[in-house]
């Protein structure tokens, strides 16, 4: 019960979750990709900040630049609604 309550009641840290290696890794694709990509097609220009990983590393996704992607918090929240996983 502590573990689920760990998990999904207090949030996450992701230098916790994911490690140093993450951090470089979000902290270039960040450099790289200042605003969110969504908004940006709509011709909106908003900082990024989260880098989502469009195919879940708990479903094989990697950290690849081709499966990483900039996003303000209000997007990236859209799509884990979509998804039902948050």
Do not use: T
Not at 27 to 37: N, T
Not at 53 to 58: E, W, Y
Request: overall charge positive; proline content about 3%; charged content about 35%.
């Amino acid at each position: 019960m502590e573990q689920h309550y760990e998990k999904f009641q207090r949030g996450y840290s992701p230098s916790k979750r994911y490690g140093r290696i993450w951090k470089r890794i979000r902290d270039q694709y960040v450099h790289e990709h200042p605003l969110c990509e969504i908004c940006l097609k709509e011709d909106r220009y908003v900082a990024v900040e989260e880098v989502h990983h469009i195919v879940p590393l708990s479903e094989g996704g990697s950290n690849g630049e081709s499966n990483l992607m900039s996003l303000c918090r209000s997007c990236h929240e859209k799509i884990h609604k979509e998804r039902s996983d948050r």
